[in-house]
């Protein structure tokens, strides 16, 4: 008997553009929400563009979160029992959208995703990243109800912020070969959909790495566009593996072994340079990967992400331990063959 059910959850509106910010009260009275909204933002967010928001709703209320953490979810929760708000809408980067994207999945309430930076795909998915300790938990939620990301806005952020979106999308190409190859050898499910999206996403920014600038509203669009992508070929697949794979558990380590020294994209981006030089050999794409980073200013190397080559190497040699997930790191890399791996891309000097 065939009992296969499928459930997927994705966002209703997705509004990007010039000065979209102004659209977001049109966009939310679409999704028929009632009550009042509580507005999720961080400090630099919060003074760029949170009136605007506010003004487009009645009797809002704000939580300004400093830091990513399990105590600012259970404090946003605190603060969402006094305001009883009907919905969240999370204004900033990935730290207010981690954090209200929990908060409301524990609240039973929707949320809402106003992205001012494309940092990741986490902007959009139904993923949170939360650290904690020296360990970085990544606990399902509900995806976001609507996305309005404003690319006047976005453009105007810190363009390593963009840089380190386009190299958490271009480290999809190995994280989907990971996925491919967990099905042939562990029969893990797969989805072709996600797969296939996720990969030609990747793809797409790889082939038009030149054409994304610093300050042009059309390169940040291109970014956020390809950000949704991805964010749609996690819920299609119900999992982060279309974007995640062994480069996310190289980051992940990262993370541990070397806290706060790089951006979550650019870890990624540089350990998918190993990835697809482990899966495919020096034959492979590997280094239309590191040009295509190269090319939109994103780190390709260890020093390039302010790690010590030692660091990089017991992150690789580590990155299997970590996590229940079946990649072409299963099993682990020794030393020796990670030295030669990272010297071989470039990764780290010879
Ligand atoms: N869910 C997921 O799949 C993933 C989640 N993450 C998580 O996301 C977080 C990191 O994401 P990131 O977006 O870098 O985090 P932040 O929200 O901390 O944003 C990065 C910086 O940009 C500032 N900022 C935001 N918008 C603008 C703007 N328009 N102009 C100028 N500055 C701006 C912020 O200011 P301020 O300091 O005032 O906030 C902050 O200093 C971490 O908590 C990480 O764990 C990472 C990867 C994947
Ligand atoms: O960063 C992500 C996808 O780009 C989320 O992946 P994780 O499930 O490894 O946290
Ligand atoms: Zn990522």
Redesign the pocket.
């Known amino acids: 008997m065939f009992e296969k059910t499928t459930w997927i959850k994705l966002p209703r509106n997705v509004l990007v553009g010039h000065d979209v910010l102004d659209d977001l009260g049109e966009a939310v009275g679409d999704l028929y929400l009632t009550g009042r909204p509580l507005i999720v933002?961080?400090?630099?967010?919060?003074?760029?563009?949170g009136d605007r928001v506010r003004a487009q709703f009645d009797d809002p209320a704000t939580a300004v979160?400093?830091?990513?953490s399990f105590a600012a979810v259970e404090e946003l929760k605190e603060t969402a029992e006094a305001v009883d708000p009907g919905y969240l809408i999370a204004l900033?980067?990935?730290?207010?959208?981690?954090?209200a994207?929990m908060a409301a999945d524990h609240l039973d309430v929707g949320f809402v995703s106003v992205?001012?930076?494309a940092?990741?795909?986490?902007?959009v998915?139904g993923?949170?990243?939360?650290?904690e300790g020296d360990t970085?938990h990544?606990v399902a939620a509900d995806p976001p109800l609507a996305v309005v990301a404003d690319t006047t806005?976005?453009a105007?952020?810190?363009w390593r912020?963009t840089t380190?979106?386009c190299a958490?999308i271009i480290s999809n190409y190995t994280a989907v070969k990971d996925w491919r190859l967990a099905r042939r050898l562990r029969n893990v499910e797969y989805s072709e959909y996600a797969g296939a999206l996720s990969e030609m996403t990747a793809e797409l920014l790889v082939e038009n790495a030149d054409m994304i600038r610093p300050g042009l509203e059309e390169s940040a669009w291109v970014v956020v566009k390809a950000l949704v992508s991805s964010g749609v070929a996690?819920s299609i697949a119900g999992s982060?593996r279309p974007?995640?794979g062994a480069e996310h558990l190289i980051s992940h380590q990262l993370?541990r072994i070397a806290p706060g020294k790089a951006?979550?994209?650019h870890q990624v981006g540089v350990a998918s340079i190993l990835t697809e030089y482990l899966h495919s050999g020096e034959n492979g794409r590997w280094d239309a990967i590191r040009d295509a980073l190269a090319e939109l200013d994103a780190p390709t190397t260890a020093a390039g992400l302010g790690v010590d080559d030692a660091e990089l190497i017991a992150a690789l040699t580590s990155a299997h331990e970590i996590r229940d997930r079946y990649t072409i790191l299963q099993g682990g890399i020794n030393e020796e063959a990670a030295i030669e791996v990272a010297t071989a891309t470039g990764v780290i000097d010879d």
């Open positions: 933002t961080s400090p630099t967010p919060n003074e760029i563009a979160v400093e830091e990513a900033g980067g990935g730290k207010p959208i981690d954090i994207k992205p001012t930076v940092s990741h795909d986490g902007i998915s993923r949170s990243s939360i650290p970085r990544s806005l976005i105007d952020a810190p912020l380190a979106g958490d996690m982060s974007a995640s993370d951006l979550h994209g």
